[in-house]
């Protein structure tokens, strides 16, 4: 076990930090919202230049071949100022589906596009029936003649509108709730068929309702084997919520420091509100708060390799459990220690709360996990 | 970075949690699996049992007897240890007056002391706290004078834990009373317990035990030899030993041990004609606690690896002030549910006539010792450091307020 990062991680999260700093100012970022695609494509082509949009790919793939290790470094960084393009569903959900899954035609096809910054992506798997459940499919795919229709619709597709291609998950077999019978296909997002519905996220990003009708697909876009998407939707939300806790600490990392920075400077009762033990030991929790999310962050990278699929779930769930109770402390906490101004919009702090929010609920909450880890205890 | 444990890791740990399986003797372990703190026969048996191996003198260099391992595999040794359970390695020795005489002692002193505190055959006990001096330890009032080539020791000092075993004693005293800022006055001495003045009075804490004592000085002589580090800098010794390498503080081998106690009782206890372990709310409280056991675990490793790679820098690690503090958490907490578990069974005080009276019951009486353990451990917030001191030192060393 090393925790150390190594000189070519700290110079990755150097060259990432550099660039964000000089970028991603929240005025900045306030700007980039306001872009018809609620984020910037100037930014998006700076993703890839520097190689993060290839990062966990192989190098044969165009890619940077990094580990899990590098995007959670990465992920973090983004934490930091709040990213909003769509590097998580391109990189991270649909990246790792076709690395897990993919022909060796679909890789050389789709990697090299994602990582050269030309091909964005969407993991469209969520129905609204479903909540956490991730069995619960019930959008079909039959088959016609020598390809699929695909019929059923998917909602809350992080960045589904900024997609040029989507991974869906259908039945091909099976009643809803069966693991068996699940299959993943490519689509192309403006196929006859497809109509999306964007909007704004309550974490300041875009998302999309997805409705599909007679799409026709072919046997070349079917990812993985047909009826056995789950273990490979089960792999691709690991390695996102490996992602996300890290993008997690770098969020508690960033509020945590702001609400440091406004203790030592709002003056009430004639003291900086930093010079109270009351304050002080709330900062001290969150602070803790943030460190042992630190370490479940590091526990769902550690994980997401494990070729024993039940300890890996397991570990990922801890992981899930313990980054989501931080991020929460830290977000209410920080709310709370600014007082009033914490409460608007003008004032980035509850936008971080917000996207903190919105992760705890990507791919199951706390409680969810905790109740998965609750049958296994004897 | 690289966040999995590597192949000699696992190795050893394998090869520790084998060691004490063949080795612990069987009468330790059936006691303290049933929930009871060790008794002394059992920590010096044990204490010496691993020193034999090269173990027990943890965290000091190869020449003193240390094992020389990294810091993940003191924290695998002593999770493995813990989790046995077996008796700990009487941490005065070990992490406390040991790396003192290695940073601060003379050759004579570490000659003199090192071996015999590594294999048990001296117990040593802490002289910090007084009645007027508890988390303020700088307002100790305990006194020494120099009297030709000895001091003087006149004072009190309280919640001496083990007090009553021990061989010996470091003491923090003031030697100048006159000094401008109260911690340039103090000076760190080694004290035999059996000199002429010295007397130890009991006290019984709580969950009915005597881990506890008041010690009594009265005109105690104490060679000035027995002096460590410089007169009046006896602070910087304390801060030393205080903040020096605190690994294990957070005692998590211990929370798992009460958790693994808890569910196996919960096996046979009754819950809406069910056994307790299929109640939905009691497993749930259990994975929310292996969740924060493992969130701690981490930070742990973390910490103790930084540590180990900052070696030389001599400055205490405000960061283990969160293993403090979410480790003695975790400790109440985990004890606690071990207590929530026995209900009923955990108010009757396994005392002789209760243990006479019955036959072996094993449920009943780790339901009796877990109460014990819960009443205890409420002092882990107190003691080391109250959880708020620590919150305080969190306040200025890490935040800058």
Known sequence: MDFEPSDDQRLLVESVTRMLSDTYGFAQRKGYMALPEGYSSAIWSQFAEQGLLGLPFAEEYGGFGGSAQEVMLVMQAFGRVLVLEPYFPTVVLAGTAINVAGSADQRSALLPAIAEG???????????????????????????????????????????????????????????YDEAGITLFLVDATASGVARRGYLSRDDTRAADISLSNVSVSDADVLGEVGR??????????????????????????????????????????????????????????????????????????????????????????????????????????????????????????????????????FGDPAYYLAKLAAEVG | ?????????????????????????????????????????????????????????????????????????KMIFLEENLMAPAPELLSFNITMLGPVLLHFGTEEQKKRFLPRAANLDDWWCQGFSEPGAGSDLASLKTAAKLDGDHYVVNGQKIWTSTAHNADWCFLLVRTDPNARKRQEGISFLLVDMKTPGITVRPIISIDGGHHLNEVFFDDVRVPVEMRIYAENKGWDVAKYLLGNERTGIARLGKSRERVSAAVAMAHEVNFGGKPLIEDQAFRQRVAQLQVDMK???????????????????????????????????????????????????????????????????ELMEAGSAGTGSYLMLRAASIYGGTNEIQKNILTKAVLGL
């Open chain 1, 118 to 176: 030309s091909l964005k992506m969407g993991f469209a798997h969520n129905e609204r029936q479903a909540r956490y459940d991730l069995t619960d499919v019930v959008t079909t795919a039959k088959r016609n003649g020598s390809g699929w229709l695909l019929d059923g619709s998917k909602t809350v597709v992080a960045h589904g509108e900024a997609a040029d291609k989507l991974v869906v998950s259908a039945r091909t077999g099976g009643d809803r």
């Open chain 2, 1 to 73: 970075m690289d966040l999995r444990f590597t192949p000699e890791e696992l190795a050893f740990r394998e090869e520790v949690r084998t060691f004490i399986r063949e080795n612990l003797p069987a009468d330790t372990r059936d006691h303290m699996k049933l929930g009871h703190p060790p008794r002394k026969e059992d920590t010096v048996r044990w204490q010496r049992i691993l020193n034999a191996k090269g173990w027990a003198a943890m965290s000091w260099p190869k020449e003193w007897g240390g094992p020389g391992w990294t810091a993940i595999q």
């Open chain 2, 295 to 361: 969130a701690l675990e981490i930070t742990q490793y973390r910490v103790v690896s930084a540590y180990d790679k900052a070696k030389g820098a001599g400055k205490p690690d405000p960061l283990s002030s969160v293993l403090k503090v979410k480790g003695t958490e975790l400790l109440q907490a985990t004890s606690e549910l071990a207590v929530d578990v026995a209900g009923p069974n955990a108010t009757p005080i396994w005392a002789q006539e209760l243990a006479a009276m019955n036959e072996p019951d």
């Open chain 1, 229 to 362: 998407g789950l273990p490979v939707i089960q792999r691709v939300i690991e390695a996102g919520i490996a992602a996300t806790a890290g993008e997690t600490v770098g969020a508690m990392e960033a509020m945590n420091e702001m609400t440091l920075e406004y203790s030592k400077t709002r003056v009430q009762f004639g003291n900086p509100i930093g010079s109270y033990q009351v304050v002080q030991h709330r900062l001290a929790d969150m602070f803790m708060a943030q460190e042992q999310g630190r370490s479940m962050a590091m526990l769902a990278t550690m994980s997401i390799d494990n070729p024993d699929a039940g300890k890996r779930a397991h570990d990922i769930a801890m992981a899930k459990v313990g980054i989501g109770q931080a991020g929460r402390y830290v977000s209410q906490s920080a709310v709370q220690m600014h007082g009033g101004i914490g409460m608007t919009e003008e004032y980035a702090v509850g936008h971080y709360f917000r996207r903190c929010m919105v992760i705890e609920r990507l």
